[in-house]
């Protein structure tokens, strides 16, 4: 069963301090990882797709990298306008053929100006 | 980024009475789109999975009598509440995945369903 875990569940940082949250993920042939920011009381809006293991990118203040295991999105110097909850997502490859994403419960981030 | 679209953002209603919601790929076209529930403090729970032209595919433990999915275009995908309850309030949000390439999913903003 597809399974996707991220950690921490809550994280709270200083304007400027910079970290890193988790992504673990079990999955039958990965077709691609996602990561959203969702804002309360608003849909998830997508942030990145990583496909292999060793693929990197960035968008502002975020960085997202892949393992086979994991994923972390890195944000630098944190801004309290980057204040939501993160959530990791997984397609699983089966038979030629894309299948729903299986999500993760989320961290929530508060970045304290 | 691609954008997704739905309508009403807030509804309330009586209880017994039925709500619908659309949800709309404005500038791709979309053979899937998904349904999804969210209670306060959690994550996604995918309700069902709507082929354009074909019946939609409901998750377990999802009445597919009470949850009407309709999939009539490549840009429009409705659900209605039928009969609802108190219990049937909650935060639904669509997505719509482009087709082709990267296959992303984008996710409308999101419908408060409230039933009194």
């Known amino acids: 069963e597809d399974q996707v875990t991220q950690s921490p569940e809550a994280l709270r940082l200083q304007e400027g301090e910079s970290s890193s949250l988790n992504c673990s993920y079990t999955v039958s042939g990965l077709r691609g990882l996602f990561w959203y920011r969702q804002d309360p009381g608003k849909g998830p809006e997508f942030l990145f797709t990583?496909?292999?293991a060793g693929e990197e990118k960035e968008k502002e203040r975020l960085k997202a990298t892949l393992t086979k295991k994991e994923s972390f999105l890195h944000i630098t110097a944190p801004k309290p306008e980057d204040s939501a909850t993160y959530l990791c997502?997984?397609?699983?490859?089966?038979?030629?053929?894309?299948?729903?994403?299986?999500f993760g419960s989320g961290t929530q981030l508060t970045v304290l100006p | 980024g691609a954008v997704v679209s739905q309508h009403p953002s807030r509804v309330i209603c009586k209880s017994g009475t039925s709500v619908k919601i659309e949800c709309r790929s404005l500038?791709?076209?979309?053979?899937?789109m998904f349904w999804y529930r969210q209670f306060p403090k959690q994550s996604l729970m995918l309700m069902a999975t709507?082929?354009?032209?074909?019946?939609?595919?409901?998750e377990q433990g999802v009445e597919k009598d009470k949850f009407l999915i309709n999939h009539a275009s490549l840009t429009l995908s409705t659900l209605t509440v039928t009969s609802a309850h108190p219990e049937d309030s909650s935060f639904y949000i669509c997505?719509?995945?482009?087709?082709?390439?990267?296959?992303?999913?984008?996710f409308g903003p999101g419908t408060r369903l409230l039933v009194l």
């Open positions: 997505s719509a995945r482009t087709q082709g390439g990267t296959e992303t999913q984008y």
């Open positions: 997502a997984v397609r699983p490859g089966s038979s030629g053929s894309a299948r729903q994403l299986t």
């Open positions: 709507s082929n354009e032209g074909s019946k939609a595919t409901y």
């Open positions: 990583l496909y292999s």
């Open positions: 500038d791709f076209q979309a053979t899937t």
